[in-house]
């Protein structure tokens, strides 16, 4: 059984930063695609940034230019660096991992929360 471990979250005024973590029990080479996701209440879950095993990235348009995706495979983590953050971004922020056969490992969810 996979897990995604993830960490990072919190408070901060509007403007600040942010680094979620996210730690996977198995290699993240395992996935065709790894990202992290964010959902308020009362709608969907939405993908903020992702990669492909292959390195290819896709944001958001909401967080283009202020949020970066990485990976260090040495440590199967994946970061989500979360600059210039919004009000708007408040949300609960989950990690994915998604097989080839398009089946979704999530974890536990990280709230984050931009107030002032």
């Known amino acids: 059984q996979v897990q995604l471990v993830e960490s990072g979250g919190g408070l901060v005024q509007p403007g600040g930063s942010l680094r979620l973590s996210c730690t996977a029990s198995?290699?993240?080479?395992?996935?065709?695609?790894m990202g992290w996701y964010r959902q308020v209440p009362d709608k969907q879950r939405e993908l903020v940034a992702g990669?492909?095993?292959?390195?290819?990235?896709n944001y958001a348009d909401s967080v283009k230019g202020r949020f970066t995706i990485s990976r260090d495979n040495a440590k199967n983590t994946v970061y989500l660096q979360m600059n210039s953050l919004k009000p708007e971004d408040t949300a609960v922020y989950y990690c994915?991992?998604?097989?080839?056969?398009?089946?979704?490992?999530w974890g536990q969810g990280t709230q984050v929360t931009v107030s002032s």
């Open positions: 994915n991992a998604r097989t080839r056969l398009d089946f979704d490992y």
């Open positions: 198995t290699t993240i080479f395992s996935f065709y695609h």
């Open positions: 990669f492909t095993r292959g390195g290819t990235t």
